[in-house]
């Protein structure tokens, strides 16, 4: 059974930082892209990063760009989001997801997706 698992949530000021991690099992590294997403109350949900499990491709939202980083570690199944210089706007729930194929498609479909951990910016 595929699942996944994030945490590393929480409360920060602005210009803070947060590293979220996503715990993934019952599939092969391999055969996933792994990516973030996020939805703020009264927003729909953004897209964040997203990366392949070789780490040859990486892809980034705007919001992203110059202040998160999306690593991985194969061995331990898991995929990581460093977020520096926090602003309130990005408090939000943030959602790892899991797309099957080796390479992330932007418009392609997601086969799994995490319960969602809080992330909270205060100004």
């Known amino acids: 059974q595929v699942q996944l698992v994030e945490s590393g949530g929480g409360l920060v000021q602005a210009g803070g930082s947060l590293r979220l991690s996503c715990a993934a099992s019952?599939?092969?590294?391999?055969?996933?892209?792994m990516g973030w997403f996020r939805q703020a109350p009264g927003k729909e949900r953004e897209f964040v990063a997203a990366?392949?499990?070789?780490?040859?491709?990486?892809y980034y939202g705007v919001s992203a760009q110059g202040r998160f980083t999306i690593t991985r570690d194969n061995a331990k199944n898991m995929v990581f989001l460093q977020m520096n210089s926090l602003k309130p706007d990005d408090t939000a729930v943030y959602y790892c997801?899991?797309?099957?194929?080796?390479?992330?498609?932007?418009?392609?479909?997601?086969?799994?997706w995490g319960q969602g951990t809080q992330v909270t910016v205060s100004s």
């Open positions: 997801a899991a797309q099957l194929g080796s390479s992330w498609r932007p418009k392609g479909g997601i086969g799994y």
């Open positions: 990366m392949n499990w070789s780490g040859n491709s990486i």
């Open positions: 019952g599939l092969t590294a391999s055969t996933y892209a």
